[in-house]
């Protein structure tokens, strides 16, 4: 018996030392880290209602920066250690830095993430009356099940541009006096043939319209009275015409809010999670920094990466970079040249800060279960994505992706790692390539995601916080002994 007893023992002794295994970063019995993690999770529900777009997220960060004492990059001559700075990205990206004690030649700490979700996008020319009912034409924006968006309150966001040059804000549906928008949904009585339909046919991209209008215009001699009708409800409120449409950007969004998911309150359900999740996460960890960082700590929100991150405010714009260089340039005692400015950027390290897929029990059966990331289990690190044979990825070397591991382990974050899916079941990608590009030590990382792309993804809080006190980490320590 003994010695079964110490066999047992020294297998276990073993097995502690050899073998390694991801658990649960919930600690239920840490009462104060419970209530620590359900109280971000409420500041991180209002800034998803408060930025259900683009335009809105950055509008709701630069509220936030200058609460907390960050200026306009433009209002500088030099930049010292301590000083705050932002500057938005053509109203659609950002960056926000505060300037570290280092030399800046010898690189910043970067955490990059995107501020767009798949969305329907009205046409140029959408409104148009049809069978005594007024409706908006869309085009849908990045990569959705289109079936989703059907039958269910949408809201609208985005700007007019009226003849004189003045724009004008749009929001319809958010307010709970509000009327909601809707896309109609064919009966089941009468779904025989469309039931038969490819999942991807089974509501067509043409067949996404908005219902907006019924009651037509009082002049009988009025033609389209319903169209006319609501155009001219758009004109007593926010003093646009037809015209105006042309070259508005109005986004189509769930008008649901963010809500508790689970009979515990242990997730958190919403539309855009993907990847406002980890664009607050990091905001936030910017934010709380408690003292001046040795390396300059800068946070990157970026636009366009659900459909390529192409255009000037996407994360392979010219854009981002000359804003850092800009930084740099203030925070040097002369004018740097074009290989200082090189310095910084190689010798900057980045987390690229972007979801991954939760593994689903339900759906098992298109991840590999031993390389997956799991809800509940903390910030989620990726070393590569793409599709296929990695296409489309960086591939984070081993040296980063173990210095950056080592890191949440000397600050006990809990982290796992995995892969998007089974290989050659599908894949994605994120910015890390753009930045990799340009010589970065970058990993992919960020929080996992149960129904990612739907209109109300869920997020475990536990790993939403632990993703906010890693990259607040990666703010303080990374490489900050290096002179």
Known sequence: MKNTKENNSAVKKLEEKLTFEFKTAWDPANQENLDSIQAFAEDYKTALDRGKTERGFINYSVSLLEDNDFKPLDTFTELNAGDRVYQVVRSKGLLAAIIGENDPLEGFN???????SPRLDLKPNPLYEASDLALLKTHYYGGIKKYHWVAQPLAMHGVMIKKGGEKVEITIGEDESDPVLYITDLLPH???????????????????????GGIPYPDEDAKNRVKLAVLNLLYEKYGVTEREFITAELEIVPANKARDVGLDRS???????DDRVCAYTSLRALLDLNEVPKRTALVLMYDKE??????????????YPYYQQQIVRLMMDHEPTALELSHNMVNSTMLSSDVTNAFDPTFASVSEPQNSCYAGRGMALNKYTGARGKGGTSDASAEYFD???RLLEDNNISWQTGELGKVDQGGGGTVAVYQAELGLEVIDCGVPLLSMHSCFEVSSKVDVYETYRGYRVFFENMRKDRV
């Open 403 to 405: 210095e950056v591991v």
């Open 190 to 212: 009468l779904a025989a043939d469309q039931m038969k339909k490819d999942a991807s046919k089974v509501v067509e991209g043409e067949e996404l319209n908005i219902l907006v």
């Open 110 to 116: 970067l955490i990059g993430s995107h501020v767009d």
């Open 306 to 319: 659900e459909i390529g991150s192409g255009g000037n405010t996407g994360a392979s714009s010219f854009l």
């Open 267 to 273: 997730f958190l359900g919403a539309y855009g999670q």
